[in-house]
């Protein structure tokens, strides 16, 4: 496994996740080095590609060669990990925060919203700008937003182009002028038929620098029977370090 070091940036911004009471800042990470368990240079099983949007047919959920798509079951365990195991809490039950619907009022879940080619992008004001893609991004007003309008939480935005297979992600998102125009904590966009990652050390809308859509457990994946991909997960103890593909490090 391969360490990297979080910029300055990266740690405000884990801060901030922090701050608003959802540690999800770490959970891709952590999904893809827990699932993963293989160093570096290791070897890698077959793919399984992920199932696709059904609003979006055409875009894979990355390709069937991305790490996120991998089966794991066929892997050599990590040298450490039972040591990284034991760190984390052998005695913690695991908590699937899977669901829709409402929890004290607020929407449970992270919402996709599925766009055209067509839609017309807007501006987007970053805190984090410079490890943040600028924009415009193709945000409708009505893009829906993680916990809804008035969470005081992570505040997520997730916008699939349906006719470009683009991903683009935000955090802390804010609309402006009725979506005329957004503000955030962060920004980040992939294409959906590439593996290429972000710059080593750079956040992303979990400052992990890995994109939320692939490892959402989906209620499309659970009528079908099968999730084919890696899931985010959080702990509450990790190592400063990170395995491939993650491109920054948790906090101390």
């Known amino acids: 496994m391969t360490a990297s070091q979080a910029s300055p940036r990266s740690k ?35 793919p399984a590609e992920a199932h696709r949007l059904t609003v979006a047919p055409d875009c894979p959920v990355f390709p069937a060669t991305n790490r996120w798509n991998q089966r794991v079951d066929g892997l050599p365990v990590a040298a450490r990990s039972s040591a990284i195991v034991r760190s984390i809490g052998t005695g913690e039950p695991l908590h699937p925060d899977f669901g829709s619907g409402l929890w004290e009022g607020a929407s449970i879940g992270i919402p996709i919203t599925v766009v055209a080619g067509t839609q017309r992008r807007v501006p987007v004001s970053f805190t984090y700008a410079d490890e943040s893609d600028p924009g415009p991004y193709p945000i409708p007003p009505n893009a829906r937003i993680e916990g809804g309008p008035r969470s005081p939480g992570d505040r997520h935005v997730i916008v699939v182009d349906r006719d470009r297979c683009r991903l683009w992600e935000l ?20 294409s959906l038929l590439s593996n290429r990652l972000r710059p080593a050390g750079w956040t992303s809308a979990d ?12 209620a499309d994946e659970l009528r079908r029977g099968s999730i084919d991909h890696a899931l985010r997960v ?7 370090a990170s395995s491939t593909p993650r491109v920054t490090s948790p906090p101390s």
């Not at 959080?234 to 400063?240: A, D, L, Q, S």
């Open 234 to 240: 959080t702990v509450p103890r990790t190592r400063r």
């Open 171 to 190: 955090y802390a998102a804010y609309p402006r002028a009725g979506g005329a125009s957004w503000r955030a904590g962060s920004g980040a966009t992939w």
């Open 207 to 218: 400052a992990a620098g890995l994109p939320i859509l692939p490892g959402l457990a989906r």
């Open 12 to 46: 405000g911004h884990t801060r901030w996740h922090r701050r608003a009471g959802a540690r999800l800042l770490l959970s891709a990470a952590l999904g893809l080095a827990t699932c993963l368990a293989v160093g570096a240079g290791g070897p890698v099983a077959g």
